[in-house]
Structure formats: structure tokens, C-alpha cells
């Protein structure tokens, strides 16, 4: 049940999908793994939406080279708040009406049933491939969608997998990309991949609208280009 409170902060979105829709999403739990540059702008908009509980994980500590794009960690935060800490703080107080969880080890196949539990939609904003197949994995066995970004320089790609339904992640990318330590990467690349995702997740949520599944966007920043891929063909 909505609070009057609740109806007047979400009116513009409850205009969209309504006030079953809103509810959904206060009723939901998130995870997002990985709070850097998509896992800020992803956290901010799924809190500005209402989504009643956000799982933060993440066991690295802001650096100074890390602020032009993640943009939910400051400079006082810089090699001492965690940053799961550092965005519960901020997301709290963004929004008191929901809750966050933070998460602050390395997420590993010996503690991820322990730590991703009763979630209903999983966003990946890391960085590397090994930790998205522990994560397309975990999905898999436990019919979990979850929402794949990933971002370098001006270039982004986006997909959700929806376990049963869709392609996984090892059978779109079935050879992962080396990790590179360092990538060139502009923050407002990461905020418009970020936001996609975060819609994504208020679709799969509310049932509104259609989501990428079995489908790739990739997006072009450098010459405004967005194309979809489709994965089914």
C-alpha cells in the first residue's frame, strides 16, 4: 500500500504504469553488482524510482581516478568508505522510504547464494567476465533475470537475460574479452548505459513496456549511432 507521500513523490512515473506498477516496485529487491560508473547511475535511478530494496555489492574503495564517472562517490569518500557504504549513505538519504544493503567482500561462487538471496532482478555493472559468468551462472540456477551492461571509451552494450527465456550470457559472449587493468572511459558513456539498465529493470519489474531480451543494443556515443542485435537469428 502506496503512502500519500509515496503517491505524490512517484505521481509523474505512476502517470505511466500506474499504482499497481508503483507497488511492484516497492515491493521488489534489487541487487547491483558493481557500484562504479554504471552502478552509480543505476542505483540512483532505481532508488529515485522507488524500488523498495537495493542490494549493493562491491568490496573496492573509491579512487580519485574513478569520480569522473562514479558519480555516487565523492571525494571524502576516497580511500576510506568502501563503495557499497558510500552509495547506501548517499541512497538513504536520497530517498528514506527504501531500504539498502551494502556488501562489501568479493562476491565468489562459495558466497553468492549466501549474499544474493530473495532478489527479484540482478544488474551487472562490472568490469570483468569472470565475475559476470559466476553471475550468469547463479542466474541460471536459480531463474533470476538479470540486466548486462558494460561500457569503454564513448562505446556501451546492453542485454537482459531472462533465465529459460533467453540466450545466457556464456552463450552470447562464449569467448569473454581479455580484462583490461585500465580503460579510457568518458562518464557520461557509463550514465547513458547505466540508465538503460536502470529502465530495464523498472520494465522487467512493473511489466511495462518491452525489454532486451534476446536482444544487443550497442551504442555508439562517438557517432550517435544505437543499433539492436538480434540474438534469436
Given amino acids: 500500500m502506496l503512502s ?11 502517470r505511466i504504469f500506474g499504482v499497481e506498477g508503483q507497488e511492484k516496485l516497492k515491493k521488489s529487491k534489487v541487487a547491483i553488482i558493481g557500484i562504479g560508473g554504471l552502478g552509480s547511475p543505476v542505483a540512483y535511478y532505481l532508488a529515485a524510482a522507488g524500488v523498495g530494496e537495493l542490494l549493493l555489492i562491491d568490496e573496492q574503495t573509491p579512487e580519485l581516478s574513478n569520480l569522473n564517472r ?7 569518500d576516497l580511500g576510506k568508505n568502501p563503495k557499497a557504504v558510500s552509495a547506501k549513505w548517499k541512497l538513504e538519504r536520497f ?17 553468492i547464494d549466501e549474499i544474493i538471496k530473495e532478489v527479484d532482478v540482478m544488474v551487472d555493472c562490472l568490469d ?18 538479470f540486466v548486462h551492461g558494460a561500457v569503454e571509451g564513448l562505446h556501451g552494450q546492453l542485454t537482459t537475460i531472462i533465465p529459460g527465456k ?13 580484462k583490461k587493468e585500465k580503460f579510457p572511459i568518458l562518464g557520461a558513456t ?28 550497442i551504442v555508439d556515443l562517438l557517432h550517435n549511432s544505437f543499433e539492436v542485435i538480434d540474438l534469436e537469428d
Fill in 166 to 178: 533467453t540466450k545466457s550470457l556464456k552463450e552470447i559472449f562464449p569467448i569473454p574479452p581479455k
Fill in 4 to 14: 500519500n507521500r509515496e503517491l505524490e513523490r512517484y505521481d509523474r512515473q505512476i
Fill in 95 to 111: 530517498n528514506p522510504d527504501i531500504k539498502v544493503e551494502a556488501f562489501t567482500e568479493k562476491l565468489t561462487g562459495e558466497n
Fill in 70 to 76: 562514479q558519480i555516487l562517490h565523492w571525494e571524502e
Fill in 190 to 217: 557509463a550514465g547513458v548505459i547505466g540508465t538503460i539498465q536502470a529502465m530495464e529493470v523498472v520494465k522487467l519489474i512493473t511489466g511495462y513496456g518491452e525489454v532486451l531480451a534476446n536482444k544487443l543494443l
Fill in 128 to 145: 570483468n567476465f569472470e565475475t559476470r559468468y559466476l553471475l550468469d551462472d547463479f542466474a541460471q540456477r536459480r531463474s533470476i533475470p
